[in-house]
Protein backbone atom coordinates (compact mmCIF):
# COMPACT_ATOMS: atom_id res chain seq x y z
CA UNK A 1 0.00 0.00 0.00
CA UNK A 2 2.94 2.15 1.15
CA UNK A 3 4.71 1.58 -2.35
CA UNK A 4 1.83 2.11 -4.46
CA UNK A 5 1.23 5.63 -3.05
CA UNK A 6 4.90 6.26 -3.18
CA UNK A 7 5.58 5.07 -7.04
CA UNK A 8 1.57 7.16 -7.73
CA UNK A 9 3.48 9.79 -6.68
CA UNK A 10 6.95 9.43 -8.50
CA UNK A 11 4.65 9.10 -11.64
CA UNK A 12 2.55 11.83 -11.13
CA UNK A 13 5.44 14.05 -10.17
CA UNK A 14 7.15 12.82 -13.78
CA UNK A 15 4.09 13.18 -15.69
CA UNK A 16 3.73 16.98 -14.41
CA UNK A 17 7.68 17.91 -14.56
CA UNK A 18 8.46 16.55 -17.70
CA UNK A 19 8.73 20.14 -19.29
CA UNK A 20 10.60 21.86 -16.25
CA UNK A 21 13.49 19.83 -17.01
CA UNK A 22 13.86 21.54 -20.43
CA UNK A 23 13.29 25.15 -19.41
CA UNK A 24 15.75 24.55 -16.24
CA UNK A 25 17.75 22.99 -18.22
CA UNK A 26 17.65 26.27 -20.68
CA UNK A 27 18.42 28.56 -17.51
CA UNK A 28 21.84 26.11 -16.77
CA UNK A 29 23.10 26.96 -20.70
CA UNK A 30 22.14 30.78 -19.73
CA UNK A 31 24.34 30.19 -16.69
CA UNK A 32 27.21 28.53 -17.84
CA UNK A 33 30.26 29.18 -16.45
CA UNK A 34 28.85 31.26 -13.80
CA UNK A 35 29.44 30.56 -9.92
CA UNK A 36 26.87 29.43 -8.09
CA UNK A 37 24.06 28.69 -10.94
CA UNK A 38 23.81 25.18 -9.69
CA UNK A 39 22.33 26.81 -6.54
CA UNK A 40 20.48 29.56 -7.63
CA UNK A 41 18.86 27.51 -9.99
CA UNK A 42 18.09 24.50 -7.26
CA UNK A 43 16.53 27.66 -4.41
CA UNK A 44 14.52 28.85 -7.23
CA UNK A 45 13.11 25.87 -8.10
CA UNK A 46 12.28 25.12 -4.59
CA UNK A 47 10.32 28.44 -3.91
CA UNK A 48 8.38 27.82 -7.02
CA UNK A 49 7.61 24.27 -6.59
CA UNK A 50 6.35 25.26 -2.85
CA UNK A 51 4.36 28.13 -4.53
CA UNK A 52 2.59 25.69 -6.55
CA UNK A 53 1.96 23.02 -3.94
CA UNK A 54 0.99 25.70 -1.00
CA UNK A 55 -1.90 26.74 -3.97
CA UNK A 56 -3.07 23.70 -4.54
CA UNK A 57 -3.04 22.69 -1.06
CA UNK A 58 -5.33 26.30 -0.36
CA UNK A 59 -7.73 24.92 -3.47
CA UNK A 60 -8.10 21.68 -1.89
CA UNK A 61 -8.99 22.89 1.84
CA UNK A 62 -11.26 25.76 -0.12
CA UNK A 63 -12.87 22.84 -1.83
CA UNK A 64 -13.00 20.76 0.98
CA UNK A 65 -14.46 22.74 3.05
CA UNK A 66 -17.58 24.83 1.12
CA UNK A 67 -18.19 21.58 -1.48
CA UNK A 68 -20.16 18.63 -0.61
CA UNK A 69 -18.43 14.66 -0.48
CA UNK A 70 -20.22 13.92 -3.31
CA UNK A 71 -18.85 16.85 -5.61
CA UNK A 72 -15.48 16.20 -4.92
CA UNK A 73 -15.37 13.13 -7.84
CA UNK A 74 -16.44 15.19 -10.02
CA UNK A 75 -12.84 17.23 -9.96
CA UNK A 76 -11.45 13.81 -11.75
CA UNK A 77 -12.72 16.02 -14.83
CA UNK A 78 -9.79 18.40 -14.34
CA UNK A 79 -6.72 16.12 -15.34
CA UNK A 80 -9.33 14.58 -17.66
CA UNK A 81 -10.35 17.61 -19.26
CA UNK A 82 -6.25 18.82 -19.36
CA UNK A 83 -5.14 15.57 -20.52
CA UNK A 84 -7.84 15.42 -22.95
CA UNK A 85 -6.35 18.86 -24.34
CA UNK A 86 -3.16 17.78 -24.13
CA UNK A 87 -3.38 14.82 -26.33
CA UNK A 88 -5.74 17.39 -29.22
CA UNK A 89 -2.38 19.29 -29.36
CA UNK A 90 0.13 16.79 -29.48
CA UNK A 91 -2.07 15.27 -32.79
CA UNK A 92 -2.17 18.80 -33.91
CA UNK A 93 1.29 19.27 -33.78
CA UNK A 94 0.77 22.73 -31.32
CA UNK A 95 3.72 21.66 -29.00
CA UNK A 96 4.07 24.28 -26.54
CA UNK A 97 7.66 23.20 -25.65
CA UNK A 98 9.30 25.25 -28.55
CA UNK A 99 8.23 28.28 -26.17
CA UNK A 100 10.81 26.93 -23.73
CA UNK A 101 13.18 29.03 -24.61
CA UNK A 102 11.07 32.18 -24.69
CA UNK A 103 10.34 31.13 -21.09
CA UNK A 104 14.09 31.71 -19.98
CA UNK A 105 14.78 34.43 -23.07
CA UNK A 106 16.32 38.04 -21.56
CA UNK A 107 16.07 36.65 -18.35
CA UNK A 108 19.25 36.46 -15.92
CA UNK A 109 19.60 33.17 -13.58
CA UNK A 110 18.47 34.23 -10.10
CA UNK A 111 16.71 32.33 -7.80
CA UNK A 112 13.67 34.60 -7.93
CA UNK A 113 13.72 34.44 -11.60
CA UNK A 114 13.59 30.56 -11.64
CA UNK A 115 10.85 30.61 -8.86
CA UNK A 116 8.48 32.94 -11.10
CA UNK A 117 8.52 31.03 -13.98
CA UNK A 118 8.72 27.34 -12.20
CA UNK A 119 5.59 28.93 -10.81
CA UNK A 120 4.14 30.53 -14.09
CA UNK A 121 4.69 27.14 -15.64
CA UNK A 122 2.33 25.06 -12.97
CA UNK A 123 -0.62 25.96 -13.75
CA UNK A 124 -1.36 22.42 -14.42
CA UNK A 125 0.35 20.92 -11.56
CA UNK A 126 -1.99 23.00 -9.82
CA UNK A 127 -4.74 21.58 -11.63
CA UNK A 128 -3.76 17.99 -11.11
CA UNK A 129 -2.73 18.31 -7.90
CA UNK A 130 -6.02 19.58 -6.53
CA UNK A 131 -8.26 16.74 -7.25
CA UNK A 132 -5.60 14.26 -6.52
CA UNK A 133 -5.19 15.67 -2.80
CA UNK A 134 -8.62 15.95 -2.28
CA UNK A 135 -9.45 12.01 -2.86
CA UNK A 136 -7.07 11.15 -0.24
CA UNK A 137 -6.36 11.69 3.35
CA UNK A 138 -4.54 14.67 5.04
CA UNK A 139 -1.48 12.35 5.60
CA UNK A 140 -1.67 10.95 2.04
CA UNK A 141 -1.44 14.72 0.72
CA UNK A 142 1.60 15.18 3.37
CA UNK A 143 3.15 12.36 2.08
CA UNK A 144 2.73 13.58 -1.36
CA UNK A 145 4.38 16.56 -0.59
CA UNK A 146 7.50 15.55 1.17
CA UNK A 147 7.81 12.78 -2.52
CA UNK A 148 7.80 15.92 -4.83
CA UNK A 149 9.68 18.01 -2.81
CA UNK A 150 12.51 15.41 -2.53
CA UNK A 151 12.10 14.61 -6.34
CA UNK A 152 12.55 18.82 -7.03
CA UNK A 153 16.21 18.02 -6.35
CA UNK A 154 16.18 15.15 -8.67
CA UNK A 155 14.55 17.38 -11.51
CA UNK A 156 17.40 19.84 -10.82
CA UNK A 157 20.19 17.14 -11.22
CA UNK A 158 18.34 15.97 -14.59
CA UNK A 159 18.00 19.53 -15.69
CA UNK A 160 22.12 19.66 -15.44
CA UNK A 161 22.85 16.55 -17.28
CA UNK A 162 20.28 17.37 -19.99
CA UNK A 163 21.36 21.25 -20.33
CA UNK A 164 24.88 19.26 -21.85
CA UNK A 165 23.35 16.89 -24.08
CA UNK A 166 20.50 18.44 -26.52
CA UNK A 167 19.55 14.93 -28.06
CA UNK A 168 18.30 13.76 -24.74
CA UNK A 169 16.26 16.89 -24.46
CA UNK A 170 15.04 16.33 -27.68
CA UNK A 171 13.40 13.18 -27.10
CA UNK A 172 12.06 14.14 -23.20
CA UNK A 173 9.92 16.65 -25.72
CA UNK A 174 8.70 13.85 -27.86
CA UNK A 175 8.04 11.47 -25.32
CA UNK A 176 6.38 14.18 -22.80
CA UNK A 177 3.83 15.27 -25.55
CA UNK A 178 2.75 11.13 -24.98
CA UNK A 179 3.35 10.52 -21.04
CA UNK A 180 1.58 13.83 -20.12
CA UNK A 181 -1.72 13.23 -21.32
CA UNK A 182 -1.74 9.45 -20.97
CA UNK A 183 -1.23 10.04 -17.34
CA UNK A 184 -3.13 12.83 -16.66
CA UNK A 185 -6.23 10.94 -18.55
CA UNK A 186 -5.69 7.84 -17.00
CA UNK A 187 -5.69 10.08 -13.46
CA UNK A 188 -9.20 11.63 -14.16
CA UNK A 189 -10.51 8.47 -14.62
CA UNK A 190 -9.42 6.60 -11.87
CA UNK A 191 -10.74 9.53 -9.58
CA UNK A 192 -13.83 9.60 -10.99
CA UNK A 193 -14.80 5.75 -11.24
CA UNK A 194 -13.16 5.37 -7.22
CA UNK A 195 -15.83 8.50 -6.17
CA UNK A 196 -18.38 6.97 -7.78
CA UNK A 197 -19.03 10.21 -10.12
CA UNK A 198 -21.70 9.57 -12.71
CA UNK A 199 -23.03 6.66 -11.24
CA UNK A 200 -19.88 4.70 -12.10
Known amino acids: ?20 IIVLSLFFA ?3 GQRGTTARIMAGQYLGFAGILVAAIL ?13 IPYFG ?7 LWAAWEA ?3 DDDDDDDEAKVAGKKV ?20 TPV ?3 VEPLAVVAYCVIFLALVAVLV ?11 IAEVLERWEGILFPIVLIGLGIVILVSGGAFGL
Open 1 to 20: MILTAVLQAIGLFAATNIDD
Open 110 to 129: GVWTVAGVTFANGGDNIGVY
Open 59 to 71: VTIGAGAFLPPAA
Open 30 to 32: RGA
Open 157 to 167: ALAKFVATRPP
Open 133 to 135: FLS
Open 77 to 83: LIPLGIG
Open 91 to 93: WRG
